[in-house]
């Protein structure tokens, strides 16, 4: 008879492994016909568990960057010519600015951190996220995660009965955690009585199911459920049933009123990742002010580039009708010859200025280029950059009075918004150390029941009467108790809520150093436009004087009251002047660039989208940002 029943707990213990192999098959195969991808946003959100269920088991498809310039960089090139106004400029960096690019995947690992938070475990962080240290109790990244039990098959199915200290944990985290196990042995064991089992070596099999079902609220209270069953045959002869069939029902929970209770020091990590959310807006927020702002001093360095090299070509015609003129009186006796070698020397270093000036427009150009392209192609390459947009004049209105420029700068600076969201971070981190310095104290209960059936000479039953009995309180267990753990000294504890709050004092001196530094930029910034403003006119004056003294010596020449010396040293006088005017007025228009982005209003200047720099598509081209181009003033 021991061997047929040992062939039977085979058999079924054969017929649970290969259905739950079986399952585990499907399980995979649905897992691997399944591909998920993760949107550009959204990461924030797990996927949902119904109709799929294998959905948070698995990866989710992260698009890979493109690398390739916007359709609009390509759509600008023209018979090999790239037209750009300022706002077409800033257009192309909004999509292709590879700072930008990068920037934008700090949003993304806020949202990350968003997803992980909401299962209880700790915040990975990011550049630009403050993460105080306090946070974490215990090993460092630890989150709220704990561990609790009440399973067993408790006293069902022994030969004693009784109670005992009981004792249940909290149990789980934020998502709920189902595990199951299952086990089959054999065990044959020699015995040294017969008293009991009746035989001196026994052989017995046991079978075993469970499940458990575990959560933690934000409460911080926490309960779980489980489910087991044992099935045990032997050859032992004085067993009450064989096979006989134990299963147990357990319900427990957990209930923190000191450390650990209530929504802020369990949501603690939640607290402070959309906290850093705002953060990592305003990270990526200043990315785009910096790009902006080295794009609109690129731009307004290559304008300049550009009139170097009108100026110098002016110079070189200038000084070519110099030497032509010159040449024709020295032939007909009018001029000495070392004249014509003064218009010879002026002439030469006007081709130098030009060949200088061209190669420094060449640099700036690629600049440019770099700064609205993703990679180099040899269509962007070979294109010749043109600006359409002259630079700014000074307006009155250009200049805003010192308070509007501080309150502007209070109110925009990404810096400032970083620094409060950092203290109120490290607030979260002051209350969690107070409530972290009070003992350990909870109350808890269980509820449990046992069942037992299995074979006798009279009756056939097994795990549908052994639940039965398990779900029909038939041997029931009711326990719940009070426990309180204090830490003597509690020094540890201490320690964390001191660094907390001198953390937060540091952290108060340095956002009162930041906006005194930037109060020291705007006005800065203010100055030097003011400068700029008054530099730019004088440039103006000092070039129409120059041009009104080159014309008067020309004609002096003309009726020899004059002599080419004279004439080279008026050109070479306007020449210094218009290079001086150009760097004037590019210096300005940096200046306005400099005050906005002290401010932080410069891309409110040129209506710049943080949706559409975040997307990489700009669906409404960047404003000017000035008047209308003032007349020419500089021609000859």
Same mark, same amino acid.
């Given at each position: 008879m021991r061997f047929i029943r040992a062939a039977a707990d085979k058999r079924a213990s054969a017929r649970l492994g290969v259905c739950a192999l079986l399952f585990i098959r499907a399980a995979s195969a649905q897992i691997g016909t399944a591909g998920l991808a993760a949107p550009a946003s959204g990461f924030a959100r797990a996927p949902g568990l119904f109709p799929g269920v294998w959905r948070p088991y698995i990866e989710r498809t992260v698009e890979t960057p493109s690398l390739d310039n916007s359709e609009?960089?390509?759509?600008?090139?023209? #018979?090999?010519?790239?037209?750009? &106004? /300022? @706002?077409?400029?800033?257009?192309? =960096?909004?999509?292709? $600015?590879l700072d930008i690019v990068v920037q934008r995947y700090v949003i993304y690992f806020s949202q990350t951190d968003i997803l992980r938070t909401k299962s209880g475990q700790a915040a990975r962080g990011f550049n630009g996220a403050f993460m105080p240290g306090e946070l974490n109790s215990g090993a460092i990244g630890a989150g709220v995660t704990s561990s609790g039990s009440t399973g067993g098959t408790g006293n069902a199915g022994g030969i004693t009965g009784g109670g005992g200290a009981v004792n249940i944990g909290p149990a789980g985290a934020f998502d709920p955690a189902v595990s199951f196990g299952f086990s089959w042995d054999r065990v044959t064991s020699p015995l040294n009585s017969v008293v009991v089992s009746g035989i001196p070596t026994t052989t017995s099999y046991a079978t075993s199911l469970?499940?458990?079902?575990?959560?933690?609220?934000?409460? #911080?209270?926490?309960?779980?459920? &489980? /489910? @087991?069953?044992?099935?045990?045959? =032997?050859?032992?002869? $004085?067993?009450?049933?064989?096979?006989?069939?134990?299963?147990?029902?357990?319900?427990?929970?957990?209930?923190?009123?000191?450390?650990?209770?209530?929504?802020?020091?369990?949501?603690?990590?939640?607290?402070?990742?959309?906290?850093?959310?705002?953060?990592?807006?305003?990270?990526?927020?200043?990315?785009?002010?910096?790009?902006v702002v080295q794009l609109v001093n690129a731009y307004w360095d290559l304008a300049a580039a550009q009139e170097n090299v009108r100026v110098a070509?002016?110079?070189?015609?200038?000084?070519?009708?110099?030497?032509?003129?010159?040449?024709?009186?020295?032939q007909i006796g009018t001029m000495s010859g070392i004249d014509v070698v003064t218009a010879e020397s002026q002439e030469a270093a006007a081709q130098r200025d030009l060949i200088v000036a061209r190669t420094a427009l060449e640099q700036q150009s690629t600049t440019l280029k770099q700064l609205i392209s993703k990679r180099s192609d040899p269509a962007l390459d070979n294109a010749t950059v043109i600006l359409t947009d002259a630079e700014p004049e000074p307006l009155e209105s250009d200049l805003p009075s010192l308070q509007a420029a501080l309150d502007a700068a209070a109110a925009n600076r990404?810096?400032?918004?970083?620094?409060?969201?950092?203290?109120?971070?490290?607030?979260?981190?002051?209350?969690?150390?107070?409530?972290?310095?009070?003992?350990?104290?909870?109350?808890?209960?269980?509820?449990?029941?046992?069942?037992?059936?299995?074979?006798?000479?009279?009756?056939?039953?097994?795990?549908?009467?052994?639940?039965?009995?398990?779900?029909?309180?038939?041997?029931?267990?009711?326990?719940?108790?009070?426990?309180?753990?204090?830490?003597?000294?509690?020094?540890?504890?201490?320690?964390?809520?001191?660094?907390?709050?001198?953390?937060?004092?540091?952290?108060?001196?340095?956002?009162?150093?930041?906006?005194?530094?930037?109060?020291?930029?705007?006005?800065?910034?203010?100055?030097?436009?003011?400068?700029?403003?008054?530099?730019?006119?004088?440039?103006?004056?000092?070039?129409?004087?120059?041009?009104l003294s080159l014309d008067a010596e020309r004609k002096k020449l003309e009726v020899g009251l004059s002599t080419p010396y004279n004439v080279v040293l008026r050109d070479r006088d306007l020449v210094s002047a218009e290079y001086a005017e150009v760097q004037a007025v590019t210096a300005y228009a940096k200046s306005l660039?400099?005050?906005?982005?002290?401010?932080?209003?410069?891309?409110?200047?040129?209506?710049?989208?943080?949706?559409?720099?975040?997307?990489?598509?700009?669906?409404?081209?960047?404003?000017?940002?000035?008047?209308?181009?003032?007349?020419?003033?500089?021609?000859?």
């Open positions: 609009r960089l390509g759509k600008s090139i023209h #018979g090999g010519e790239l037209r750009l &106004s /300022l @706002s077409d400029a800033l257009a192309l =960096t909004l999509e292709n $600015n469970s499940a458990t079902y575990a959560q933690m609220f934000t409460t #911080g209270a926490s309960y779980s459920v &489980s /489910l @087991s069953g044992l099935r045990q045959s =032997t050859t032992q002869h $004085n067993t009450l049933f064989n096979p006989d069939v134990t299963t147990r029902l357990a319900i427990g929970f957990n209930q923190p009123l000191l450390a650990g209770s209530g929504k802020l020091p369990n949501e603690r990590f939640m607290l402070v990742a959309r906290n850093n959310q705002k953060s990592a807006g305003e990270t990526f927020r200043l990315q785009v002010i910096n790009s070509t002016e110079s070189v015609t200038a000084s070519g009708e110099l030497l032509e003129d010159s040449r024709k009186q020295y990404p810096e400032l918004e970083q620094a409060r969201v950092s203290l109120q971070n490290q607030s979260i981190a002051i209350q969690f150390t107070q409530n972290n310095m009070l003992p350990s104290t909870a109350i808890f209960g269980l509820y449990a029941s046992s069942g037992l059936q299995g074979n006798t000479a009279l009756v056939t039953s097994g795990a549908g009467g052994s639940l039965a009995q398990s779900f029909g309180a038939a041997y029931p267990e009711t326990a719940y108790g009070l426990s309180t753990t204090a830490v003597i000294r509690n020094r540890s504890a201490q320690a964390d809520n001191l660094r907390a709050q001198l953390e937060r004092n540091q952290l108060e001196i340095t956002a009162q150093n930041t906006r005194n530094q930037i109060g020291v930029q705007v006005r800065q910034a203010r100055i030097n436009l003011m400068q700029g403003k008054a530099q730019v006119e004088a440039a103006h004056e000092a070039v129409r004087l120059a041009r660039a400099a005050m906005d982005q002290a401010m932080g209003t410069i891309l409110d200047r040129y209506r710049i989208e943080l949706t559409d720099a975040m997307r990489g598509y700009v669906s409404h081209p960047p404003a000017t940002g000035f008047r209308p181009p003032a007349p020419e003033q500089r021609n000859r």
